[in-house]
């Protein structure tokens, strides 16, 4: 499948931006041709407006495209959302209205019952909903969303388990620096350092965790019947989301069909080989002490789910951990992978 | 009360015995005489045999002991043990059977049916269980010993709950380097990272909670009627472990009448104002985000626990953090303690 | 010397301004009665208006204080600043104006010929200048200064060099996040990692250098006849600058005559035994390994600079390494042991 | 130029012997078929004998080869040397007085008035010596060296102003922690703390340094005609080397020479396209704050050399920074690239 379809990006000078930005470089179906921000930066060079903060250069291409304002007009079909959640909701309907294929990674129509909340490996089918959010909204255009970047890390790592009955869920987290942006989180709170506190963060998990393993049902998104608790912790690491979970099954099963489980995990993504797809979504590490941010998160291009330490649990039936990075499967890559799935079901003209 | 009972420290050259010997400065009723420590060691000044890493300075006072071979000999009749795990069954019991005290961190007799766990405002009662030991064992001398480093934070945090039927205990820990010794961790794997794995950590954890939050009963230790699960991480902070906890109570209470319950708590080592006991054992923080272990961990001595978060759990009843100063109240400061409330009991002639 | 003075704090609910409140809290002859902030915070108790971030509780008995508008009226006679560099000028003149003694930390005032840059250890004959100040600008009140942070761990170690000539000082700084007050560095830029600049820093240490270890003659203060050049890099440690120094001297000496010169030095805050002043201002560590930030800045209360490592350079005379507390001697220690000094001077009635 | 050169590492299962398999996987002249370790190894797989400890996979091809000890017999006639400096001298020398080209990362040799200390870009002359190496050894093989990991980074930020005449460098470094191997810097000794001490590494820079900026005349390695001072730290970093230099030079030059010598710097592996070598040896960033070792090492596969902020030194003439990825272009990237080099010039057959 080759393809060469022009996307744009709103909210591009941002940090999330850039991580879109800095994703789609080289990607083999997408060419980034627009660039979406502020009026304070519309009418420059991408390269003068953005204070550029990844590792590795601006793209060239990129660099000399000229910002817009975010707004329809002469964007592409296709735009991904990287607008911060004081304007998402305004500035994405306005595109959705305006016949674009909005892939959002803010948070603002997140849990509309009319939205998917796509992890493609985990929930597909949910993209049944659009018919409906079309009917409802009268839009010629859509809107999809990617959860928040610790909500991906645990679904992936649940999503193999779901055959099993999930009834259960306990996940603390020990998140990276990088999921709050930039400036972010002050050196000062977090040098040595542990912040067991993130606004909101427990409450997205909680309630999109839900959403995703939930069933698109007779035209309707139903949450799964499960009850799931986070506690959401920051720590000094710089990329890479890792959480600590205990989960508590429906089915009689041992340490070994949960690894099984994890192992044989494939779906959609990986069966049409969606070019930022990982090979395997979730991978299982049967070293002692893995997966670890650091030297795991960046594996796979940043795009599967590392888990490891499978094991009974006293209190609910077993526990493990599960590892992504926040900012590529998290937000960037993860919205990148949404567009793709909707390109190969025919959702995106 | 004023006292000047000699005391000694067996493996005093050690990380941990650095700590007793720091801890034990200024003791108002304890005096540093005696420090024990491996032959290569004995001969030597304590200054010349010890590689000291402690923040300050070494105790002139100790600095100039001579350090002696662990044998009971001529040592005081109180003795810390900061032994390694390796020879600490044979050291301590040979003390206790030349009629010592042996007051230890190592965990070797930690669990041992006759040997109170102790947390002096936890579970004080416990001590009643040394008549047994020094009968079934035919010592004159007694072991008694302190619960493990992250043990130590969950317990006393659970402490002031008991009384409301503790069911199920899900513990998640976040624990500093200092809780390795040293060299400890290697900085190539713990820099910007999280390490999910502590050796024989969780069993530790699950193990001691319940003999520590159990009773003393008909003349025998009973644990906990109850099911505790660890997950045990070490992340990049330096002093101070935190635990992110999830409560089932067989109690109907609310999330106000466990903050209550936290900030009413006062015990023993309170009532007799034991020279090391923190004013109140457990602090409440009422600040969205704390404890924290870089800000907190040094308060009150580094003896109390600090209490925050508490908020209902979707999963079990209540969730809450957790903070301890693991080489303090985790380790020698809960060691003095313990002897602090043995001499206060008349348990130590 | 028993003393009872009132004194007041500009800039109060500032970062500079907290670490303020804190260092005089228990001060023996200060007593912190007045409290100026911006006119946001003007009105509120001090308790209300300030996010206190410094480890530790906010001292009770100015926790109560009613903040006050940063205008002279009823404030006392001694004023520590702490005031934004952004006005600072106009504030420090106003209460110079109106009779007050300015004991400032802002680098407003700093390199005016009239005012003095203290250090009491160096550089207490400057505090004839006050003479002339009160003179030209026809101020009943005065002002003194106290220098970065980084220039004062410099000066101190470069003080009992100034017997042996210092003709040329080539520095390089580790400097800490706390320098950078709060939000101060974002953590993105300085996890695990450097960063080789601070705005204006190089600049002031080599300009400030000159003028604390130059001389007041004749009336006037003249700067050391040296060169001095200045690398700075911020590095992730939370407090304590440390600089790697080489120097070279116009008297043919040796290593060892370096080394007595650090440990003998001696001056008048010392001889006046002051209450915030360090019993020995440097202290010179003989390991092969230290000073260390994190293990020494704050012993000896951080008031003194720790030196090591002292050994010939092959490009001028010597090398050596410098360390201080750059929160504590480099700022509001700083600036109340000058008010001490002054005090003792009889400068301030 | 195409090839299919077999080598071996000695000392693979170490972490610079590690550090050698990554780079040399996909390398397009040499295939590393032959790994030597210690008895102990000897007999394995590579892939049992090895606590592989850096990010990504092992190598599967290289997972596979069993180790051998490290004696001559069959090995390659290329072997990088990553073997300890306990034993490297007698290894080295045995696999030489064999045929070997050793080509070593390790010390030992280094300094060696008939052994070439190389960096491709600044001293491909000094190949000349292995003439006499040969003659005066009567080895039928020879070995190269390449400098310890800062004067990698020194030593190439200094080649391109060479042509001004170098006159005195003072070189203050912040290293990375991958610098000291594994298991290392104990975090307990580097978390949020600065090392002011690296064992032998001030001698080495200043040392190797002088040797490598010298030249070959009249058949003898000449040393350059100038001073070298180093102060070395260690920093909570985990890869890439930073180091503040000043210079003195013998000819009246600007900033901007400087900055245009280092932005024109090419040498003999641009010309000959040599497989590492980078584009640009020496890349001169314009930020106000870069380079920064999180940031930049990694960057033009951690070959190149980033320096920025050149600007007048009121000591000597100018000051700038210089940063290089230290187990890249500072171990086993150095060491591929002068066996690059050396193949070039038709010095191994």
Chains 1, 2, 3, 4 share one sequence.
Not at 37 to 46: P, T, V
Not at 85 to 95: L, R
């Amino acid at each position: 499948m080759q393809r060469q379809i022009e996307v744009g990006v709103l909210g591009a000078t941002g940090m999330v931006g850039q991580h879109f930005v800095k994703f789609l470089q080289g990607h083999p179906w997408f060419k980034l041709t627009w660039v979406g921000a502020s009026d304070r930066s519309a009418g420059k060079k991408y390269r003068e407006a953005t204070s550029w903060r990844l590792a590795g250069a601006m793209p060239e291409a990129v660099a000399d495209l000229q910002v817009e304002e975010c707004k329809p007009g002469n964007a592409p079909k296709i735009v991904f959302s990287a607008t911060d959640a004081s304007v998402a909701t305004e500035i994405e309907q306005a595109f959705a209205k305006a016949g674009h294929t909005v892939v959002s990674n803010s948070r603002n129509h997140r849990m509309d019952s009319d939205v998917p909340l796509l992890v493609p490996e985990i929930n597909a089918g949910h993209l049944g909903i659009l018919a409906r959010q079309k009917q409802a909204r009268g839009w010629p255009g859509q809107i999809v969303t990617n959860p928040n970047c610790s909500t991906i890390v645990l679904t992936m790592a649940l999503g193999p388990l779901k055959q099993f009955g999930i009834r259960r869920v306990l996940a603390t987290t020990m998140q990276a620096i990088s999921g709050a942006g930039y400036p972010g989180v002050p050196s000062m709170d977090i040098n040595a350092n542990v912040i067991p506190f993130i606004g909101g963060e427990e409450e997205k998990m909680e309630q999109e965790t839900q959403k995703i393993l939930g069933d698109y049902v007779d035209g309707a998104l139903r949450d799964m019947d499960a009850r799931v608790s986070a506690h959401c912790n920051r720590v000094p690491v710089v990329d890479g989301h890792l959480v600590a979970t205990s989960v508590e099954l429906g089915s009689k099963v041992k340490v070994d069909d949960l690894i099984r489980a994890f192992e044989s995990f494939r779906a959609i993504p990986q069966e049409r080989k969606l070019p930022s797809a990982p090979a395997r979504p979730v991978i299982y590490m049967a070293e002692k002490d893995r997966p670890q941010p650091r030297r795991d998160a960046e594996r796979e291009n940043g795009m599967a789910c590392f888990v490891g330490r499978v094991r009974e649990c006293p209190v609910l039936d077993f526990k493990f951990l599960a590892l992504g990075h926040n900012t590529v499967r998290g937000a960037a890559g993860a919205a990148v992978l949404n567009a793709e799935l909707m390109c190969s079901e025919g959702l995106i003209q």
